[in-house]
Each structure stands twice: as structure tokens, then as C-alpha cells.
């Protein structure tokens, strides 16, 4: 199994409701395929750098995740047949990738507090 990390932006149209759904569908469809989700990222609705389907915002997601390569075509494939998704990259993490991936997390749940 290889580890990897998805970032997919939903469309903005979406209620919160319905956001949560989309994402709980995609880590469902990861899990049934053999896969094992390592963390999941909600960065909210932020602004796009440029317009997509001429909307300027996108609810971004993060995944990290282990699976077989098969699966990724399979993701993919949804993510482009899915109207509520208007971007994706999924990228293979490297040995580098994923010891970051670790103290990226570490960090975001232990911050150093602020110096006077």
C-alpha cells in the first residue's frame, strides 16, 4: 500500500450539511475499497486563486490516506463524474512527504505558544 494525499474543492453552493456529506462519501468509498484514511482536513470555504465554473469560492478538503494503487483511478474517475467537486489533485507521498505530513500534524495539535 502506498500513501497518499487528495485535495478537492467542492462547490460553494453547498450547505455545510451537504459539504460534510460529499466528504463522508469520499471516505466511505476509500475504506470500502481496502483503503485506510490517516487524517482528514476541513480548511473551510476560502477563495479560489482564479475562477472555476465562474464561481471565485470552494469548500477545500484534505485527505491523507494509504491504498493500493488502483484505487486512485477509481477516486479519480468520481471526483470528475461528481458535480459537487470543481477540482482535485491527489499526489503519491513520498518517504519526506509523509515524515512532514507527521510534524505538520503534531504541530497543528500542539502549537507553540506565542513569545512576549
Known amino acids: 500500500m ?17 459539504m460534510k456529506e ?13 483503503g485506510k484514511i ?13 475562477p472555476i465554473q465562474k464561481k471565485s469560492n ?3 478538503n484534505l485527505f491523507e490516506f494509504q491504498a493500493n494503487p488502483s484505487l486512485i ?14 477540482r482535485f ?6 518517504k519526506f512527504h509523509v515524515e512532514y505530513a507527521v510534524k505538520r500534524r503534531d504541530r497543528l495539535k500542539n502549537p507553540k505558544p506565542a513569545k512576549a
Open 89 to 94: 489533485l491527489t499526489v503519491k507521498m513520498d
Open 2 to 18: 502506498n500513501q497518499y494525499e487528495t485535495v478537492f474543492i467542492l462547490t460553494p453552493v453547498l450547505s455545510e450539511a451537504q
Open 22 to 34: 460529499a466528504v463522508k462519501d469520499y471516505e466511505k468509498f476509500i475504506k470500502a475499497d481496502g
Open 38 to 50: 490517516v487524517s482528514t482536513e476541513d480548511w473551510g470555504l476560502r477563495k479560489l486563486a482564479y
Open 58 to 60: 470552494g469548500f477545500y
Open 73 to 86: 483511478a477509481d477516486l479519480e474517475l468520481q471526483f470528475k463524474r461528481d458535480e459537487r467537486v470543481i
